[in-house]
């Protein structure tokens, strides 16, 4: 039989090698600061953040709210704003891509509206919203919603023109070419959009809370600041690392399951 | 009896990039009947897929008519099923996820659909393949595939155009044997466009060939009259090869 399940092994080095680089990268610096190469007002070793972390598990000072506050609200605001700028992105693109209707009416305002950075829209935004949940959510939302326009757009346009003539000779309608069609083959594309928004939504969360906020890990890394505890900063800045790389490997092993006949 | 396609003076002009006239066919007349296999012979550049396109009504002629018994073609439909040249599957559908899209299309029901499916996948001799994706396939097997998502929608005309052009030589003597078997299992009216001689006479009940180069203008009409199956190293055979490779010295 030509076909026959087997079981492919990673190679041993391909799977100890992230290790290794991610343990050298924390030892190095470690011993950076340590040895006061960087002296330690101005860098936190690793340990020093592991301990205020620990600290901060259920301590709220000195910054006003425990680690999981913070990251509570923040992950409220990136989820909202990212949720929003794919359901609102990502249908938007799509269209865009396929309805030459859609594209005349949206097309150029989107090319007006896509230069100015988000962070541009914050006194704009605490006017309408002041420094709630929500003035955060919508600047987040802008800096989101750009990448998926872009990208589904993109994805769309690309569909295989002679794919859609075949589905033609079978008698595929407008809409169903769309569905059948354009969308399954824009979505390496989409997925794309994911990873890039999710960079981009992250971005700005730090950035809207860095100038308008009373919670949130981007509040306290500026506390950190004003504070002069580089530990606190470090540990803003791992976290909101850390919860970005976390939810890119969610959306990666989604993608995974759901493109297996595209990528392999 | 009414022919099942007849193309009446067909003449095609395109115009590239606005400003470029191409002259791609002139005044071309084929009829076909009803589950006769027609194959349309030409060297490259006579505008042979052009006019199978037209029939398949994706391009419109510029003069001429097509009709489909007796009704002028206005654009693609599922009455005439296309196999295309570079195989045209869906990559991230499976086998049986291509096969039957032409009925998913038509809103036939999973059961039913699954069935005609399952039925076109063995006649192309897929069966076990149903769950593979098209990248975990060879050249003749993704034609195959292509062949029975033409042959699902359960088209009254087949149109194949190079369907083997991509193929290694052996492949390509195996494949022909095969859509030889495939339309004498289920007839079809086909219509099957190629540039290779040998490959036109071991199909082909009629052969029309077309001179190169553009525009593509009616040459000969041969009528095979050799009983199938088909045997590319019978004497007539090779006499009907020879008679056609001189006819149709190219002119460069």
């Given amino acids: 039989m030509a076909y026959e399940a087997v079981k492919v092994k990673k190679p041993l080095t391909l799977i100890l090698l992230p290790i290794i680089s991610v343990l050298t990268f924390f030892l190095v610096w470690e011993l950076i600061v340590e040895f006061d190469v960087v002296p330690k007002t101005m860098l936190a070793a690793p340990t020093q953040v592991g301990d205020r972390f620990i600290d901060k598990l259920s301590d709220p000072n000195p910054d006003g709210g425990t680690m999981a506050a913070h990251a509570w609200v923040s992950a409220q605001e990136a989820f909202l704003g990212y949720l929003l700028s794919l359901g609102i992105g990502l249908p938007l693109g799509l269209f865009m891509g396929w309805f030459s209707v859609v594209r005349g009416v949206a097309r150029p305002l989107f090319e007006l509206v896509r230069p100015i950075p988000p962070i541009a829209w914050i006194p704009l935004t605490i006017f309408w919203f002041g420094i709630g949940l929500w003035g955060k959510v919508f600047i987040i939302f802008l800096g989101g919603v750009v990448p998926c326009v872009i990208n589904s757009f993109v994805g769309v346009r690309m569909t295989n023109p002679t794919l859609i003539q075949m589905s033609r000779t079978c008698g595929a309608s407008d809409w169903q070419i769309f569905t059948h069609l354009c969308v399954p083959s824009a979505l390496p594309m989409v997925f794309g959009a994911l990873q890039i928004a999710l960079a981009c939504c992250w971005t700005n969360l730090v950035g809207a809370e860095l100038l308008a906020a009373d919670q949130g890990l981007g509040y306290m890394i500026t506390m950190g600041r004003r504070l002069a505890l580089p530990e606190l900063v470090v540990l803003g800045m791992v976290s909101v690392g850390l919860a970005g790389a976390l939810i890119g490997m969610v959306i990666e092993t989604v993608e995974r399951r759901l493109l297996s006949g595209i990528r392999r | ?252």
């Avoid at chain 2, 590239?16 to 194959?39: A, C, M, P, Y």
């Avoid at chain 2, 396109?53 to 994706?58: E, K, S, T, W």
């Avoid at chain 2, 009616?218 to 004497?235: A, F, I, K, S, W």
Wanted: proline letters at 5%.
């Fill in chain 2, 1 to 252: 009896m009414e022919p099942k396609i007849v193309c009446r003076n067909i003449s095609k002009v395109f115009i590239q990039k606005g400003t470029q006239r191409v002259h791609v066919l002139e005044d071309i007349s084929v009829d076909v009947k009803q589950n006769e296999f027609v194959v349309i012979l030409g060297p490259g550049q006579s505008g042979k897929s052009t006019l199978l396109r037209i029939i398949a009504g994706l391009e419109t002629p510029t003069t001429g008519s097509v009709s489909l018994d007796g009704k002028e073609v206005a654009g693609p439909g599922a009455d005439r099923g296309l196999v295309f040249q570079s195989y045209m599957l869906f990559p991230w559908k499976t086998v049986l996820g291509n096969v039957e899209l032409g009925p998913k299309l038509r809103n036939v029901a999973k059961k039913e659909r699954r069935e005609v499916a399952a039925h076109y996948i063995n006649l192309v001799g897929l069966k076990g393949f149903e769950k593979h994706y098209p990248h975990q396939l060879s050249g003749g097997m993704k034609q195959r595939v292509g062949i029975a998502r033409a042959y699902a929608n359960n088209p009254e005309v087949m149109l194949l155009d190079e369907p083997f052009g991509q193929l290694d030589a052996q492949t390509r003597y195996f494949m022909e044997k095969e859509i030889a078997r495939i339309w004498e299992t289920e007839r079809r009216t086909v219509l099957f466009v190629t540039n290779n001689i040998e490959e036109a006479i071991y199909l082909g009940d009629r052969i029309i060939s077309l001179k190169g180069k553009l525009p593509g203008r009616m040459h000969e009409l041969y009528e095979v009259q050799l009983p199938r199956p088909r045997d590319n190293t019978d004497m007539k055979f090779l006499l009907l090869r020879q008679q056609i490779s001189d006819a149709s010295e190219l002119v460069l």
